[in-house]
Every structure is written in structure tokens, then in C-alpha cells.
């Protein structure tokens, strides 16, 4: 047998052993993440992200209401693009929403246009109260299908 024999059966079981460290750390890293996340998420049972113990929020976290405030935009979206049939172009129209509180905002072609979107959203079930930031779009700074 030569050195250079010798020295390639030597290294597979040194790769095995590389490899199986990778594995280890890649784990090891990825259970790390896991358990961070569910920290963030607050899924631990009496653990809140950034809150001392004995130290009440004074407003409720974000991600309470984030999935109903989605919901709640979502519907009023649907809503606009259904009144189509009524007039209105809602392609320029972006819809947010905050605990029932609808705001609308981008570029409309008229006062009406204003009128009508802000009707309809307040039509939508769960929807509190509209606030407009609609602006009457100006023909001449608008090209092509704008």
C-alpha cells in the first residue's frame, strides 16, 4: 500500500464527520430560530416581546388585529371593484385599514369619484369610518392609461 492510498481512505471518514457537524449546526441553528420565533410571536405561555415583567402594554399587540384589519381591507378592495358597475375606477385607489377605521387614499378622476369610494367602503360590514385622502387627479399629469 502507498502514502497517497493511505492518505484517501484516511479523509472519508474525516467527510463523514465534516458532514455530520454541518448537520449538527444547521439544526442546532435551526431549532435556535424556531424557539425565537415563537418568543416573538408570543406562543410562550406569560413571555411578551420587549415587556418587563409587572409592566402592562397600554395598547394591544400588533399582530392581534393585524389579520382583521387585512380581512376588513380586503372586503372593502372587493367592494370598490364591485361598484365598478356604479362608475367608479378603483384601479388608483389604496385601501388600509386600522381597527375598523378605513382609510382611502391615491388619485381619482372626480369629487363624485371621491363620493362614491367613500360610500361604498362605508358599506362594508365592520367598517367604522372612512377617511378619504382621494385626489382629483389632473388630466394634463397623466399619460396613457393612468
Known amino acids: 500500500m502507498s502514502i497517497n492510498t493511505i492518505k484517501a481512505n484516511s479523509r472519508g471518514p474525516l467527510r463523514l464527520v465534516a458532514a455530520a457537524l454541518c448537520v449538527a449546526v444547521s439544526l442546532s441553528a435551526h431549532a435556535q430560530g424556531s424557539s425565537n420565533a415563537s418568543a416573538v410571536s408570543g406562543t410562550q405561555p406569560g413571555i411578551q416581546p420587549g415587556v418587563q415583567p409587572g409592566i402592562q402594554r397600554a395598547t394591544p399587540p400588533v399582530a392581534a388585529s393585524s389579520g382583521a384589519d387585512r380581512a376588513l381591507a380586503v372586503n372593502v378592495r372587493h367592494a370598490l371593484k364591485a361598484a365598478r358597475k356604479q362608475g367608479l375606477k378603483s384601479s388608483f385607489i389604496r385601501v388600509r385599514a386600522r381597527d375598523g377605521v378605513v382609510t382611502l387614499s391615491g388619485v381619482v378622476a372626480s369629487e363624485s369619484q371621491i363620493e362614491l369610494a367613500a360610500s361604498v367602503a362605508q358599506g362594508v360590514n365592520g367598517v367604522q369610518s372612512v377617511t378619504t385622502k382621494l385626489v382629483i387627479r389632473d ?8
Open 139 to 146: 388630466d394634463e399629469g397623466i399619460k396613457g392609461s393612468q
